[in-house]
């Protein structure tokens, strides 16, 4: 049996024929289906990039000293992760690959779990199924997950699609009970920077939630949102040493590295604030018009605290909300890719021009 026959079929394709009905406006599709970056790469990063454009020599799986320095700095500054160490850093082709290919990376197989939320974004279940391994979603992992069978737990806070923000004390009691059992717990933190209200989304690593041990912990930082990296493909991961050596020994022999020139970007771009202040600025306003257009026609948003979605349902099926967008020339995401419990709402992205939101924001009228 080929691998793609364990799969689930490829949901977006679902979406096409919405697609067409939303482009046949005639100003035009607004498509806030996907969370793509459309805001120019900030011109600090591209410059790194071309400066590195000279790079012959194969690039480290490891990562050059000034990217792991970069990530750790990064994680000290401005994710109060005091125990960050430039040793416990390893780059990533974007995070997407990590998060397909880790229970395999880890030699999980058939018989071990996956767990992941209820909601969640796709492919936490596809690198459990390409391994063998169970995929288990939960609502609260300590209360719904098999502690003697989990052999690998994500969190992701900020959440994709809910936006929801899991504070500190919650982190620290799941942290509590997945290194009572042995359970690697990694956090996709690709979100972490966009937080807009209520508590500010925290580290896996903060001292208040790992009480300064990085054992069993991993936490995974995307560059795609943040900087607007997703077309060169830059992440890196942090955390527990012997996981971080295990992870480095297998990728090296796989040949899972990051260009040279895309880890010079990503220096920069770590070590570069005011970019990511003013795209942040920028998702803020989007967010706000959109979020207000929403409920003035008759939406209610759940969660959203953080994040690049407002999670949005006007209490019918998906679908239904879908193409009723769609024929007002908007395209959304139907809650049920995230799983079941989302059958009735919509995920509605804040990347797309000013211009494109204002026109969303028009048509919702
Ligand atoms: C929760 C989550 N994790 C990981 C990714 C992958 O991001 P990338 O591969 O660009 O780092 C995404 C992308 O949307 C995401 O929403």
Same mark, same amino acid.
């Given at each position: 049996?080929?691998?793609?026959?364990?799969?689930?079929?490829?949901?977006?394709?679902?979406?096409?024929?919405?697609?067409?009905?939303?482009?046949?406006?005639?100003?035009?599709?607004?498509? $806030?289906?996907?969370?793509?970056?459309?805001?120019?790469?900030?011109?600090?990063?591209?410059?790194?990039?071309?400066? !590195?454009?000279?790079?012959?020599?194969?690039?480290?799986?490891? @990562?050059?000293?000034?990217?792991?320095?970069?990530?750790?700095?990064?994680? +000290?500054?401005?994710?109060?992760? !005091?125990?960050?160490?430039?040793?416990?850093?390893?780059? $990533?082709?974007?995070?997407?690959?990590?998060?397909?290919?880790?229970?395999?990376?880890?030699?999980?197989?058939?018989?071990?779990?996956?767990?992941?939320?209820?909601?969640?974004?796709?492919?936490?279940?596809?690198?459990?199924?390409m391994a063998r391994a169970e995929p288990v979603t939960y609502d609260d992992p300590v209360a719904d997950l098999d502690p003697a069978r989990v052999k690998l737990l994500w969190l992701n806070s900020p959440s994709n699609p809910t936006g929801r923000v899991l504070g500190a004390p919650e982190l620290r009691r799941i942290v @509590?009970?997945?290194?009572?059992? +042995?359970?690697? %717990?990694?956090?996709?933190?690709?979100?972490?920077?966009?937080?807009?209200?209520?508590?500010?989304?925290?580290?896996?690593?903060?001292?208040? %939630?790992? @009480?300064?041990?990085?054992?069993?912990?991993? !936490?995974?930082?995307?560059?795609?949102? +943040?900087?607007?990296?997703?077309?060169?493909?830059?992440?890196? $991961?942090?955390?527990?040493?012997?996981? %971080?050596?295990?992870?480095?020994?297998?990728?090296?022999?796989? @040949?899972?590295?990051?260009?040279?020139?895309?880890?010079?970007?990503?220096?920069?771009?770590?070590?570069?604030?005011?970019?990511?202040?003013?795209?942040?600025?920028?998702?803020?306003?989007?967010?706000?018009?959109?979020?207000?257009?929403?409920?003035?026609?008759?939406?209610?948003?759940?969660?959203?605290?953080?994040?690049?979605?407002?999670?949005?349902? +006007?209490?019918?099926?998906?679908?239904?909300?879908?193409?009723?967008?769609?024929?007002?020339?908007?395209?959304?995401?139907p809650g049920e890719f995230y799983g079941p419990t989302g059958a009735a709402f919509v995920r509605v992205a804040l990347t797309a021009t000013d211009e494109r939101i204002a026109a969303a924001v028009e048509r919702l009228a």
């Open positions: 049996m080929s691998i793609s026959a364990r799969l689930p079929v490829f949901p977006w394709d679902r979406l096409e024929p919405y697609k067409a009905a939303a482009a046949a406006h005639p100003d035009g599709v607004v498509d $806030l289906s996907v969370g793509t970056p459309v805001d120019p790469v900030p011109e600090v990063i591209r410059q790194a990039l071309t400066a !590195a454009a000279d790079s012959p020599g194969y690039p480290l799986t490891y @990562g050059t000293a000034a990217l792991r320095a970069a990530a750790a700095d990064y994680l +000290r500054t401005w994710h109060g992760v !005091a125990g960050a160490d430039p040793r416990h850093i390893l780059p $990533l082709i974007g995070s997407k690959e990590l998060v397909g290919w880790l229970p395999t990376l880890l030699d999980l197989r058939e018989g071990d779990q996956v767990g992941y939320p209820q909601l969640a974004y796709p492919t936490y279940e596809i690198g459990a199924l @509590g009970w997945a290194r009572e059992h +042995r359970i690697l %717990v990694v956090s996709d933190e690709c979100y972490i920077e966009l937080g807009w209200e209520g508590e500010e989304p925290v580290s896996v690593l903060h001292p208040d %939630v790992c @009480g300064g041990s990085h054992d069993g912990l991993v !936490a995974v930082h995307s560059l795609s949102k +943040r900087s607007n990296f997703a077309g060169y493909r830059g992440a890196f $991961l942090a955390g527990d040493p012997a996981v %971080v050596a295990e992870l480095l020994a297998v990728r090296k022999h796989a @040949g899972m590295i990051v260009p040279q020139p895309v880890q010079a970007a990503m220096v920069a771009a770590l070590g570069d604030r005011a970019h990511a202040v003013e795209q942040k600025e920028r998702y803020a306003r989007r967010r706000t018009a959109l979020r207000t257009a929403l409920e003035a026609a008759g939406f209610r948003i759940e969660h959203s605290e953080a994040s690049l979605y407002l999670w949005a349902t +006007r209490g019918e099926g998906c679908w239904e909300t879908v193409a009723d967008l769609a024929k007002r020339g908007i395209l959304v995401a």
